[in-house]
């Protein structure tokens, strides 16, 4: 598991080593049921205009986490790599096209992305279709929101925020939503947030 541990802190700060205005949060999430877990993330630019945002949520059985790069080429579309460390550094690889959302008020913020390609230790083959868009709302409060589809439509996972900010203190609600009926997110897991940004 130490090893696990390393490898996976490698594999995230990589990119981060030699990135630039670095910026994110440690948060401890309670399901209404289940176990705990913490969640750690951070946004930050990375060389050649890169941006790029990693997470991983430790848990009692081990860690899940991702790292997204994604570069804007012109009119907010561009390339996106994301590796997704389950238990492992890169156990899954994607790759495909980010799209920003357009003409947004100032403070909205939103993109589209598509990965078709996908390839795993396994040698399966699995894109996906995701969204994230948020909100900065007056005294502080965050709205956000991200979820993905599998290419064959069905709903993956996703995940909402809505909080407030006490100076480096935030607090909020942050439901996961998991299964799919038609597509659409069929189970919800209310969980709460707190956390320390940074």
Not at 32 to 61: I, L, M, Q, W
Not at 75 to 101: F, R, T
Request: with cysteine.
């Amino acid at each position: 598991m130490r090893n696990k541990i390393i490898g996976l802190a490698l594999a995230l700060l990589a990119p981060v080593a030699a990135a630039k205005a670095v910026n994110g949060s440690v948060n401890y999430i309670q399901p209404e049921e289940g176990n705990s877990f913490v969640k750690t993330e951070a946004f930050y630019k990375a060389p050649v205009g890169v941006d790029g945002f990693s997470f991983v949520n430790f848990n009692k059985g081990g860690y899940f986490g991702k790292t997204d790069l994604r570069r804007p080429i012109a009119y907010g579309i561009g390339p996106e790599v994301e590796g997704v460390h389950c238990n492992e550094p890169l156990s899954e690889v994607k790759a495909g096209v980010n799209v920003q959302i357009p003409k947004l008020p100032r403070n909205l913020f939103g993109n589209v992305r598509v990965l078709p390609v996908h390839a795993d230790r396994n040698g399966t083959h699995r894109g996906n279709i995701g969204y994230f868009v948020g909100a900065n709302l007056p005294y502080g409060v965050q709205v956000k929101s991200f979820g993905d589809w599998n290419l064959n439509g069905n709903w993956d996972y996703g995940e909402a925020f809505v909080g407030r900010k006490f100076g480096h203190i935030n607090l909020g609600y942050n439901p996961s939503f998991t299964g799919s009926r038609n597509g659409i997110p069929e189970d919800i897991t209310h969980r709460v947030s707190a956390g320390v940004s940074f």
